[in-house]
């Protein structure tokens, strides 16, 4: 037992250190895709400060130290790495939560920004003192990614610039609509910018109404998805404190029990989320 903690203990640690020491090009060959996913899951999120090296480093720490209490709990190897793989899994899922909230929260706010952008413009602000405006006066979460904007703006005076880099900080695909509708009005010029923002208004708070009423209708089967696919590993946990019975599953055949289940849980939450969720809106636009 020593030996093998030892083992998992000297993993985690070198994964640790090549996350950080290892060459960039050399990391991006290896694991590019999974760096840019978590960067991105990380945008999505609102988190920043924390590298995507950071994050899977915190997945592979969290695994582990769950690994290792199941396994002195229930003394069973396969209990413990079956919980060891949930609980590296749970700060990718406590980012998409974050993330589907921040999205929704953003989805309500749009029509507000939009409209406090429409009437900067009437008052006789140009566009890119319209933006900077709204992080002063606009809504209080999407305050901060304006505010930077304005000082990128005054900084640079490059105004399509200053507009990838607001469009990467909101990490949104209503925001990137957003951000290429004003992008195309600068362009274009012409006295139709106020009847483009009010038409783009009224669209996005439609769009959001929408939305918010489908998902009201079928959260239930998301939340039964999710009760059913947690009802047997808290069972199972459970049973981890009584040492006759969870020995049962310290061997090859127990191990493909719980192989098995995990598999047949997995796809079936998947089925049900694909069935019961509306699916989320891409950034085509980044």
């Known amino acids: 037992m020593g030996l093998l903690l030892g083992l998992f203990f000297g993993i985690g640690v070198l994964l640790l250190v090549w996350t ?14 999974l760096v840019a996913r978590s960067r991105d899951l990380l945008a999505r ?18 695994g582990f130290v ?4 199941m396994f002195l709990v229930s003394a069973a190897l396969p209990v413990g790495v079956v919980f060891g ?13 974050r993330a589907r909230k921040r999205l929704a929260e953003f989805r309500e706010l749009w029509p507000d920004v939009v409209d406090n952008i429409a009437s900067a413009v009437r ?9 900077a405006q709204v992080g002063e006066r606009g809504p209080l979460p999407l305050r901060e990614p304006f505010r ?17 880099r607001l469009k990467a900080r909101l990490a949104d695909p209503v925001g990137d609509r957003v951000v290429e509708a004003l992008r195309i009005a600068r362009e274009v010029g012409g006295g139709d910018l106020g009847r483009l923002l009010r038409s783009l208004s009224s669209f996005l708070r439609d769009d959001a109404r929408t939305r918010s009423e489908l998902e009201s209708r079928q959260s239930w089967s ?3 998805a999710r009760v059913a696919v947690a009802a047997p590993w808290l069972v199972l946990g459970l049973l981890s404190f009584q040492g006759d019975v969870i020995q049962r599953y310290n061997s090859p055949v127990g191990a493909l029990v719980i192989g098995i289940g995990a598999a047949v ?8 989320l694909r069935i019961g969720r509306l699916p989320e809106p891409e950034r085509v636009l980044r």
């Not at 769950?66 to 209490?69: G, Q, R």
């Not at 793989?85 to 939560?97: D, H, I, N, T």
């Not at 930077?148 to 990838?164: C, H, I, N, W």
Request: proline share 3%; charged share 20%.
């Open 265 to 272: 849980c997995v796809l079936a939450y998947r089925v049900m």
């Open 123 to 131: 008052a006789g602000l140009s566009l890119s003192e319209a933006l």
């Open 148 to 164: 930077r904007f304005g000082a990128d703006y005054a900084s640079t005076g490059r105004f399509a610039e200053s507009l990838d």
């Open 222 to 224: 998301v939340n039964g």
């Open 66 to 69: 769950a690994f290792v209490l």
């Open 85 to 97: 793989l949930m609980a590296g899994g749970v700060p990718v899922a406590v980012l998409k939560s």
């Open 45 to 62: 999120a609102g988190v920043e400060g924390v590298t995507p090296g950071a994050f899977i480093g915190a997945c592979l720490i969290t």
């Open 20 to 33: 950080f020491v290892a060459p960039r090009e050399e990391k991006a060959k290896t694991d590019g895709r």
